[in-house]
């Protein structure tokens, strides 16, 4: 609490003070009042004045600071109605009705839309879940038609499906993995064996070095990673040189580190900041290919919640690389 703030918001209280007291002065002078009783009055006027403002000031003071204390320590700001303690002071005790109602006018809002979001995300993976049928349908009779281009068309659509599913359930992953000791090499190629069609169709060279290591993640959430960064490497080819992607693994005493690179048209050092921004398309996807800049949102956003650190590094015109690194935990691999 500020003293000089308090004492400026009490000026003019003793202002009307002051007055009083020269009005009394002046009663006092025109009744003959004797100059001792009149020292006697004004000592005490004063002294009530200062005790009832000490008072004042001792138990405001006393409280805001510990209210101020407390917000500064929490964590999330918007608890401190759940902590706040009710003041003796009248002014204070309504005010802290008022904070009191609205964080339960809050709390009920809150509610009422984690249920809608709840219910909506609910529909959404049973949505994802029953369009996935009839487009695996299609991309089965396009396969046995050998129609090329419907295939690659329904690829695209199912990679979009499967882009929604995860991240309707990136907000509550925790609930849909298992973290364990996983082969990096068994992960990898079976992302590999899922995007054959497309790799073999852009005739992009794959090559791998270091992969067989195992690393605490979840096999599921991972090829989903792995397949978006496999899709950005295909959407993103350079058409002055034979694409190819390498991926290697190094081995640290605390990490295990993994790199997914392409020869592809490369990343503006302008945009590399932003990439795992959410719908950030940069220069590329302006004007090489339609992006949505959720693919590597998503795959920030899962690397975050399995506990792995993601980055980028590219130079136009050369490469691109995502690096992923993967804590590793002794406890985990005692057990295992």
Known sequence: MNLKEYFRDRLPCYLIYTASWALCLIFLYIFRMTQEAMIIVNIILLLGVI????????????YYDKLINCFEELDSKYLISEIAECPEFYDGAVFYDILQGADKAMCEKISEHRSETKDFREYIELWVHEIKLPVASLQLMSHNEGNSKYTEQLNRIDEYIENVLYYTRSGNAEKDYIIKNVPLKRVFADTAVKNRNELQQHNVSLSTEGLDVNVMTDSKWMQFILGQLMGNSMKYLSHEREPEIK??????????????RDNGIGIPKGDLPKIFEKSFTGENGHTHAKSTGMGLYIVKKLCNKLGHTVSADSVQGEYTEIIISFGKNELYSMTD
Do not use: G, N, P
């Not at 005790?51 to 006393?62: D, Q, V, W």
């Open 51 to 62: 005790c009832a403002e000490l008072r004042e000031l001792i138990r405001r003071k006393s």
């Open 247 to 260: 991926v290697w693994a190094e081995q640290f005493d605390d990490k295990t580190v993994l790199h997914f």
